[in-house]
């Protein structure tokens, strides 16, 4: 799974004409928290020309082990095309949902969703 941050801030998260964008926890959890930090989702197809184009300022890709992990460029073939937040380190956008995803894991941040669980 991907998401992207655009240059107005705000999460875009790309659906499938086909479903094969896997509906995982970790997206949907991220969708959820980004709201949550009053950040505007939009969830919709996202063209390949649109990253070609500069369109996104950072880019993260999520799963369950690493929540989010940042992207600073993607190559294709000779083209690499760079995001200016997350480069060198994770932009600030993925970073604060990281922070909080963890943080409600981990019991640091409020569980509004009742997602948390002790397991005995």
């Given amino acids: 799974n991907i998401l992207f941050v655009d240059k ?3 999460l875009v998260v790309p659906q499938s004409h086909t479903d094969s964008i896997l509906p995982s926890i970790t997206r949907r959890s991220l969708v959820v ?3 949550d930090l009053g950040m505007n989702v ?5 063209k390949f020309s649109e990253v070609q184009n500069g369109d996104f300022v950072e880019c993260g890709l999520c799963g369950t ?8 460029e993607i190559h294709n073939g000779d083209e690499v095309i760079t995001f200016p937040e997350g480069h060198d380190e994770m932009g600030p956008v993925m970073t604060k949902l990281r922070e909080t ?6 019991g640091e941040v409020e569980d509004k969703h009742g997602w948390v669980f002790k397991v005995c």
Avoid: D, K, M, Y
């Avoid at 939009?42 to 996202?46: K, L, S």
């Avoid at 995803?101 to 981990?106: K, N, V």
């Fill in 8 to 10: 107005e801030g705000n």
């Fill in 101 to 106: 995803l963890t943080g409600i894991q981990e």
């Fill in 65 to 72: 082990a690493a929540v989010i992990s940042p992207v600073g």
């Fill in 42 to 46: 939009i969830e919709r197809p996202v």
């Fill in 33 to 35: 928290v980004a709201q």
